[in-house]
């Protein structure tokens, strides 16, 4: 039997090793992970490997699509998984439902401050909200109250009360008219009652994307609907979990969550407001379905990517077409 000496196998060694970086030197610009990058095509690069990995550690079925914009606002996909696969959107679908209210008052058929009486057997007794919490009915809401609950606290019986403001044929016929053909609410035996339906994570995207380039609703509108989305209440659990609160006034954000999916789409903003990364996320099947928290497999996931693709997009200046949003000025108060 042959045997190799120190001496020789020092030099095998090393041989090796120069081997290994001469091939590798190819890939290596790949595989590294830059703080931040500096140009559109490298910060796509790093949300995709972020996304990647955090989705192989959740497990499950994910679809998703996920862009970084370009300077003149095109948003070229970094991520396209599933893209046009028709899912359940939950509680994203939402964002949907404000659209269609919010477009009848821009067509002058509602108010912000048009009541809304929420009699005692509307409220939903569980799930999510805080109208269930005050326990003193009849009572009554605005418009503009309902949508700021609808998309903050994810109000379950917001969404009736959103019928009795748009009922569920009225919102479908809205969502189609704007381009939406898969992005629809299930109407039940009752006009003003609806099931929050499916989407696709591209029309979700092509949503967000034609509310912030103003092609979907008029401005005051569109700043309504992004100030609710991009305020400190808004959801927190998810994307925007890991972050400081300057840095979540810059991600206008939205979560849906029923039986073992967990899904989250919105807009992430250059530090001058303009949009530059905007993602629409929908996860199935992972374990722990009965958890609803911060602590599920998919929304630890979405949370480590959400601080990772801020700081892969903070030298990417946003979509200059697209409206400019002016960073929101967080200062809690002591009441007086």
């Known amino acids: 039997m042959g045997y190799i000496n120190r001496r020789a196998a020092f030099g095998l060694g090393t041989a090796i090793a120069a081997t290994t970086v001469l091939t590798g030197t190819a890939n290596a610009a790949e595989d590294v992970e830059e703080v931040s990058p500096s140009t559109p095509d490298r910060a796509r690069r790093q949300v995709k490997r972020v996304y990647d990995r955090e989705t192989a550690n959740a497990g499950g079925t994910w679809n998703a699509y996920i862009t970084v914009a370009d300077p003149d606002g095109t948003p070229v996909a970094a991520v396209d998984a599933g893209s046009t696969d028709v899912v359940e959107a939950y509680s994203v679908n939402k964002i949907a439902v404000a659209m269609a209210v919010l477009d009848k008052?821009?067509?002058?058929?509602?108010?912000?401050d048009q009541q809304v009486q929420v009699p005692a057997d509307i409220v939903i007794p569980n799930g999510d909200g805080i109208i269930k919490l005050d326990r003193a009915y009849p009572s009554a809401f605005t418009a503009g109250h309902v949508m700021s609950l609808l998309l903050t606290v994810s109000d379950d019986t917001c969404v009736r009360l959103s019928g009795l403001l748009c009922p569920a044929k009225e919102i479908n016929d809205i969502i189609v008219a704007k381009g939406f053909p898969n992005t629809q609410v299930v109407p039940v035996a009752n006009p003003n009652r609806f099931f929050l339906g499916k989407t696709t994570p591209r029309e979700t995207h092509d949503i967000l994307q034609g509310l912030i380039h103003g092609t979907l609703l008029s401005a005051t509108s569109t700043d309504f609907l992004f100030?609710?989305?991009?305020s400190q209440v808004a959801f927190t659990d998810g994307i925007r979990r890991m972050m400081s609160s300057d840095e979540r006034g810059r991600v206008a954000t939205k979560a849906g969550w029923l039986n073992d999916g967990r899904n989250e789409a919105g807009i992430m903003f250059d530090t001058a407001?303009?949009?530059?990364?905007?993602?629409?996320?929908?996860?199935?099947?992972q374990a722990h379905p009965e958890d609803f928290g911060a602590t599920h497999p998919a929304v630890q996931a979405r949370s480590d990517?959400?601080?990772?693709?801020?700081?892969?997009?903070?030298?990417?200046?946003?979509?200059a077409s697209a409206r400019t949003l002016a960073a929101q000025v967080y200062q809690p108060s002591n009441g007086g």
Do not use: E
């Open 105 to 112: 008052i821009d067509r002058g058929l509602l108010t912000l």
């Open 227 to 230: 100030n609710i989305l991009r």
């Open 273 to 285: 407001g303009k949009p530059v990364l905007t993602y629409s996320l929908f996860a199935r099947g």
């Open 305 to 319: 990517m959400g601080r990772k693709w801020l700081r892969a997009v903070d030298k990417i200046a946003g979509a």
